[in-house]
C-alpha cells in the first residue's frame, strides 16, 4: 500500500506515479493526521511511504503518525522522499523507526522536485517546475520499478554535512523557524476557508471572515501556496514570489 503526505502535491504525484506502475491501493495520509487517525492499517504488499522532506528528515507529524499508528499485514517498507536540494542522511532515522516497529526497511529514494518552501527560498515560475518535474520522471519510475520487483533502493552517499544537516541542523530547525507568527492575509481574502480546510494540524480558523493562525504549525506551505486569492503572506518575504502547487499531470 501507498501512502503518502504532502502538503503542496510533489509528493501526492510521486505516490500516484508510482501507484500507476505497482497497481498498488493508495492513501492521503492528510486527514488521518489531522484528526489523529492512529488505527491500524492492514496491506498485503509492501508499505510505500511518499513524503516530502522538511530539514533533511521526515515531516515530525508524518513521524509521530508512523510511530503511533500499527501497519499489519506484510513487513517491508519503502520510503520515497521529495526534495528540493537533497534529503541528507534521513535514512538513518527512517531505519531507526522502521526496526522499532518490527518492519523490514528496504531504502529511501530521493526524489528532486520543485521548491516549495516559500518561506524561505523562492518558488519557481510554471515552466521552472515543469522542467524539474520532467526530470525528477526517470528517478520516480526506477523507484516504482524497484518496489515492484522487491529489490531495495541502493544506499545513497551520506556526506559528514548531511549527518550535521539530518541532526543538529533539524533539531534547531523546528524551535527557530517553524512557527506561524508570520503567516497573515491581505485584504485580497475572500473568506472561503480552503485554508482551514486543508490544515494538516487543524492550526487556522476563520475570525470574522479572516484567516487567523494558531501556534501548532508544522510548515507545509499548503496553506499559502493553495490559497486560491493568493491572499496570503508570509511575511515581507514571499510578496514577489510565485505560489507553487504541483500541476496534476506534465
Known sequence: MILY???TGNSEYTAKRIREETDDNIMNLGEKIRSRDFSSIHSDTPWVVAAPTYAWRIPRI????????ELTGNRTIYFVMT?????GNAGRYLKKLTDAKGLNYAGCAQII?????IAMFATPTQE??????RGSLRAIDEAARQIKDSRPFPQLPITRKDKINSSIVNILFYPMFVHAKKFQATSACTSCGKCV???PLNNIRLTNGTPVWGKNCTHCMACI????SQAIEYGKHTQTLPRY???KSI
Do not use: D, H
Not at 113 to 117: A, K, S
Open 5 to 7: 503526505f504532502s502538503g
Open 62 to 69: 508524518l513521524q509521530e503518525w508512523l510511530e503511533k499508528t
Open 83 to 87: 526534495c528540493g536540494g537533497n534529503i
Open 113 to 117: 522536485m520543485p521548491e516549495n518552501y
Open 128 to 133: 521552472e517546475a515543469a522542467g524539474i518535474i
Open 197 to 199: 480546510v486543508i490544515c
Open 225 to 228: 501556496n493553495r490559497c486560491p
Open 245 to 247: 502547487t504541483c500541476p
